[in-house]
Each structure stands twice: as structure tokens, then as C-alpha cells.
């Protein structure tokens, strides 16, 4: 059903400045904040009381108010306005919808699951009011609230179903935001065979290298699936393992799942204030990890100088950590590696890198993403190789015990070093698989 946004803006400021004089008033009277859910609950209240004035205005006016079905309509709209994400919510409740890119209020291009990419209609009624819905989530999303303006035109969020929100302003001619869905709120090894992201063999190596605590670094390119196949390997982690993970924005959401991870922290990096106070960086939150009495950390994804802090905290007896990066093939991981630590604090030479990796690293997996969709296929992502780390010599030695099968799928290529190790935490060895690359 369409809905009237003209109106929800107009109702909405009427609810917010509401719900403003009530927050004012409990200030005034020295009364605690109200909670979060009692917040939403009480302007679900006020919600109910704009639209009883507004069709009683309409009434009054000779003209014939909404009907049911289109004041439900409405109000869900303005809920959405206040707490969630406005026009993007349908989007974000479509089950087949991956990502979405905004160039501008109305440049809005949907990605799907199939590999469709299609123009969406407008978000916003402008770029201000684009700016403006930003505004209200990073004031109302997260662990604490965060500014996006010309003094910070640069912005990552986690949504409240898990989706990552990437914005900027300033930078560009429009505002330009971009949405990773995560449409797998929990996922599981088994749920990545069935979707042929990888086979069974792989999947029972995978879990029995989790159980054996080995350090594992997933890499792969943009949206190629690396969160998600790291959600899969964390949920082979037992549950009376102490977690800590350490996030730029908050998305894996472990500490979410009791039932899984009953002992388990999420470390969030907090951005310095408008005096460049406050602020703590990944590289600090992962030292202060190590404090935290840890059985495994997991750094959602390395981007810079934290790396150097969690090569050492891998090599220091915290086995077990999971951790993601960007690369376009295996073997590139170790020169990304040695880039960011040659650009931390640090400033360790790549010869030093490489030999912190190698002690602290045991495999690297790595994700293919291929989008067949206009050749008359679909997105598929896949495990294109696995790569154990066997020592260092002036470089980081290698071997590929997983390589790309025909299909693309990693299969059986080497003899693992550590395969009595992964024997004794359930996976054995084929017989290597015989396939011409």
C-alpha cells in the first residue's frame, strides 16, 4: 500500500516534538531517562494521539479521514521515521535483497540475491532528508551515538537486523550511502554446503580446525561472504568458551545469541568526540581484549594497524581467533598483511611481518564471488581455497591443501601438516582428489 510521506513527515516532527516535551519534563522533574523500550513504547502512545487529531482535523475540514488499513499503514511509517529506517525498511524486510547503493535520495540501486541489479524508487524526499534519516540512526544506533555532519562526514553503523551501513557526505556531490544486508542472522557450515558455498569435506575440516584452535583468517573480496562464513566457523566454538570479538561497527552479534555464546563481549570502536576526545581504536580494543580473559578473540575485519596487536595476541597462546581481511587470492593475504603492519605503529619491516605470521597464523580461506545473472545464471559465492601456513624463510611458506575444483569449489590438493591434530578433533583426510586444473 502506498503511503502519503508527506504526511508521515508532517506526523512524525508532531510525535518527536512530543516525545522532546515529555524528555524535557522528566529533565525538569528530576525523574530517571525513560529506557529504550519504554522510549518506543510511549511514542507507539503518541503515535495513536496524532492520528486521532489528524483525522479529527480532517473531519472538521469536511474531507473524509484515512481509512484503517491506510492509518496502520501510516503509523508503521512513522515508526519506522523515528526508530528504525524510514523508506529503506521495506528493503531491509525483502528477503532476496543483498545490498543497497544510494547515490543521492533518488539513485537507489537494489542488489539481489539472484544477481539482479535494479533502480529503486526514492528513499527520501531530498538529499537533506536522506542526511537527516542518517542523522537519526547514528544517534540511535550502536553502543553509543555517533555524528554525521560536515566535522564527520564519514560514517559506519550496524542496523538493528544486522545489516552494515556505510555513509558519506561532503566527500561526494550527493550524499552516498551503502547497505550490506545480512539476511543470515545465525548461519552454520551446513547452511554454506547447501548453498554450494563449499562441499562437506571442506565443511568437516573447517569444524574440526575450529575445535583444534587454529588461528584462521578468512579473505575475499567485497561482499564475497566473509562475515558471513566467519558467523559459521564462531558457531562451532563451544559454548563454555569465553568470546571476545572487536568491531569497527557492531555486526556479528555473538554476544546476541546466549544460547550459543553464553559468555561472550562485543567490543564496538568508539570514534574521538567533537574535541578529538573519547576516542578508542581497534588496535586499543584489541590489546584490551587480551586483558579480558579471553579463550578465543575474533576481530570482525582488519583494516589497518590493529593487525600488528592481533598477530601478537595469536602467537602469544590465545589460539583459536578468527578473523577477516580483503585479498583477491590467498597467497595475496600475507603482502596485505605486511602492508598495514608496515603502515602501523609499529612500523615492522615485511621480513618481521612475515615471520609474525607465520607464527601466528595456520590457515588462510578464501572466497570466490562470481555474479552470473546476466548470462543467464546467479550469484554464487564459494571457498576457493584453503591455505595452511608451514613456516617462513625470507617469506611466508605456504601450501594450498584446498585448491578450486572444475565447479570452482575448493577440493582436497595437499597433505595437511597438522592433520593429526585435526584427526584428533574429528576430520579425516581423504584421499586426495584427482582433478586436471
Known amino acids: 500500500m502506498s503511503v502519503d510521506h508527506d504526511l508521515v513527515r508532517r506526523l512524525r516532527a508532531q510525535v518527536a516534538e512530543r516525545l522532546n516535551t515529555a524528555r524535557r519534563r522528566d529533565d525538569v522533574a528530576g525523574r530517571a531517562p525513560m529506557s529504550a523500550a519504554d522510549e ?70 537494489v542488489s539481489y540475491a539472484d544477481g539482479r541489479e535494479e533502480l529503486h524508487e526514492p528513499v527520501a524526499d531530498s538529499d537533506e532528508d536522506l542526511v537527516e534519516l542518517v542523522q537519526v540512526l547514528a544517534a540511535n544506533v550502536g553502543l553509543t551515538s ?44 551446513a547452511d554454506l554446503v547447501g548453498s554450494g558455498t563449499m562441499t562437506e569435506d571442506l565443511a568437516r575440516f573447517l569444524r574440526a580446525a575450529v575445535r583444534a584452535r587454529k588461528n584462521i583468517m578468512i579473505a575475499g573480496s567485497t561482499n564475497s561472504g566473509k562475515t ?14 569465553r568470546i571476545v570479538t572487536v568491531e569497527r561497527a557492531l555486526e556479528l552479534g555473538l554476544d546476541r545469541d546466549e544460547a550459543a555464546h553464553p559468555n561472550a563481549v562485543a567490543f564496538e570502536e568508539r570514534l574521538p568526540n567533537s574535541e578529538g576526545l573519547g576516542g578508542v581504536t581497534m588496535a586499543e580494543l584489541v590489546r584490551r581484549s587480551l586483558r579480558m580473559n579471553p579463550s578465543r578473540v575474533i576481530v ?26 580483503h585479498a583477491n587470492s590467498s597467497m595475496e593475504v600475507f603482502n596485505r598483511i605486511a602492508t598495514y603492519a608496515l603502515q602501523a605503529e609499529e612500523h615492522l619491516p615485511v621480513e618481521a611481518t612475515h615471520m609474525l605470521v607465520a607464527g601466528a597464523i595456520d590457515f588462510v580461506v578464501f572466497l570466490r564471488k562470481q555474479n552470473t545473472y546476466h548470462a543467464g545464471g546467479s550469484l554464487q559465492r564459494s571457498v576457493a581455497s584453503v591455505r595452511e601456513v608451514t613456516g617462513v624463510d625470507g617469506r611466508v611458506l605456504s601450501s594450498e591443501v584446498f585448491a578450486a575444483g572444475p565447479d570452482g569449489t575448493a577440493l582436497a590438493h595437499a597433505p595437511i601438516s597438522c592433520a593429526d591434530e585435526l584427526e584428533a578433533a574429528g576430520y579425516t583426510a581423504p584421499v586426495l582428489a584427482r582433478w586436471s586444473a
Open 40 to 109: 518506543r513504547q510511549f511514542a507507539r502512545s503518541l503515535v495513536v494521539q496524532v492520528l486521532e487529531d489528524h483525522a479529527r482535523a480532517e473531519i472538521e475540514a469536511g474531507r473524509v479521514p484515512a481509512a484503517a488499513r491506510e492509518e496502520e499503514a501510516v503509523a508503521a511509517a512513522i515508526g519506522a521515521a523515528l526508530f528504525g529506517v524510514g523508506r529503506l525498511q521495506p528493503l531491509l524486510e525483502h528477503p532476496d535483497v543483498e545490498n543497497v547503493d544510494i547515490n543521492g535520495h533518488d539513485r537507489v540501486f
Open 146 to 189: 555517533r555524528p554525521f555532519d560536515a566535522a564527520n562526514p564519514q560514517l559506519d553503523l550496524r542496523l538493528p537486523d544486522g545489516s552494515r551501513l556505510s555513509a558519506v557526505m561532503g566527500v561526494c556531490r550527493r550524499p552516498a550511502l551503502s547497505i550490506r544486508r545480512s539476511r543470515l542472522g545465525t548461519a552454520s557450515l
Open 228 to 241: 558471513t562464513l566467519l558467523r559459521a566457523l564462531a558457531a562451532e566454538v563451544p559454548p563454555h568458551e
Open 300 to 325: 570482525g575485519e582488519v583494516l589497518g594497524d590493529e593487525i600488528v596487536t592481533m598477530l601478537n595476541a595469536m602467537s602469544q597462546g590465545n589460539d583459536g581467533s578468527l578473523s577477516t581481511i
